[in-house]
């Protein structure tokens, strides 16, 4: 069941960084957010739309409600298939259509074109050029512009930014595709960092407490965008269940309005107002990227593209590589991501941290020398009823 949360005003997405009054005076902002934070918020909705009349943590005292959705222990019966941006644009008979947008892959450049006055897409590609010695275990390669073996390389400017469109990702994980200005949306175009700075009061007396004085980023989204989601419940709740209900069930398990419908939700502490969009597929097709497998009679071989993040026991691999998948030959990860997070204590304003992981980012690609890896579309070794590790499969 696909949701579109569309906020309407500005949202802070904390980092694991402290933020504790009179230590630190500066708060910057995640995005896109995390599959921890999504799911905290989806949560939030399901319980809050559950019982009108009572608080979350009254809420979570059901039994038959934490059964569906989990509690601080397990996440129950919930399973997230997918978390991406997204934008809503109105149609011409009245309804809405929905797009996905997808995180740059890492593997495409901007190069220089001819005499040097455009530019053109690079894409990485795995290669062992004669005469380069290096220390990467056997069986890894480098990677390298395809064609550029032997030139200089171009620099992390050259990393190509922004988000695409599925037709633009689609044309992205084809070793032949071209991609358009239309098909690459830029971050300014999604949202805009507001800078908030303010003082602390004191409790009694409303004056200001010296030296607490503090910044922090918000994000507001531009109107159009948020956050699209595949909610779903799976029929029982052992986190490895991949046998799922259908869309029309776990609207009713969960008390949700059927689709098509939306309502105004209130997202995070500080109560930000959005709209959550319920989309009938039958009714309002999402457009969703599906590229292309390889072709093996045009020597095509296989990549995988990260939509959320991973959390692999290896650092940038899984502890165990699927046996249909095998080992990679290669691959392109920008850089890693710390993902933790915080986790109330019911019924008090305290808490503790969750544990912080190094995680590889949304866009990483890995290369295989291979055609296929059977159904694959998940690889994570943590959080895969909540959405990480979600995979696409492409070529090279």
Request: charged share 20%.
């Amino acid at each position: 069941m696909y949701l579109f949360i569309e906020p309407h005003e500005t949202l802070l997405f904390r980092s694991g960084r402290p933020f504790d009054a009179g230590e630190v005076g500066f708060a910057e902002s995640l995005f896109p957010p995390t599959p921890e934070t999504l799911q905290g918020a989806l949560r939030a909705l399901i319980a809050s739309n559950w019982d009108q009349r009572k608080s979350l943590p009254e809420l979570f005292l059901n039994r038959e409600l934490t059964a569906l959705i989990g509690d601080q222990q397990s996440y129950g019966r919930l399973r997230i298939q997918l978390i991406t941006l997204g934008r809503r644009r109105p149609a011409q008979n009245g309804s809405q259509n929905f797009e996905l947008l997808y995180p740059m892959p890492a593997h495409l450049l901007r190069g220089p074109g001819p005499q040097g006055q455009q530019t053109r897409l690079l894409r990485l590609k795995p290669a062992s050029p004669a005469g380069v010695s290096t220390n990467l275990p056997q069986g890894l390669q480098l990677l390298y512009p395809q064609g550029q073996e032997q030139e200089q390389p171009l620099g992390k400017g050259s990393k190509l930014q922004g988000w695409l469109t599925a037709e633009g990702l689609e044309a992205a994980l084809r070793p032949d595709g071209q991609l358009t200005d239309a098909m690459i949306v830029s971050a300014s175009e999604i949202h805009e960092e507001e800078p908030r700075t303010g003082i602390a009061r004191q409790e009694s007396t409303g004056a200001t407490e010296e030296g607490m004085l503090y910044t922090i980023y918000a994000v507001r989204m531009r109107p159009g965008y948020g956050f699209m989601v595949d909610l779903r419940l799976a029929q029982t709740a052992d986190p490895l269940s991949d046998q799922l209900l259908p869309d029309e069930q776990t609207a009713s398990l969960l008390r949700l309005p059927a689709p098509p419908a939306h309502f105004v939700h209130i997202l995070g502490g500080e109560s930000r107002p959005a709209t959550v969009w319920l989309i009938d597929p039958q009714a309002t097709p999402v457009r969703a990227a599906t590229p292309q497998p390889p072709d093996p009679e045009r020597g095509q071989r296989l990549l995988l593209y990260l939509t959320t993040p991973a959390i692999f026991a290896g650092g940038w691999r899984p502890e165990r590589w699927p046996a249909a998948l095998g080992q990679p030959i290669a691959a392109a990860i920008s850089h890693y991501r710390w993902i933790g997070g915080w986790q109330m204590t019911p019924r008090h304003h305290g808490g503790q941290s969750k544990t912080a992981r190094r995680c590889v980012p949304e866009g990483s690609v890995y290369f295989f020398d291979k055609q296929t890896d059977g159904d694959l579309y998940q690889l994570t070794d943590i959080g895969k009823e909540i959405g990480y590790g979600m995979t696409l499969k492409g070529a090279w």
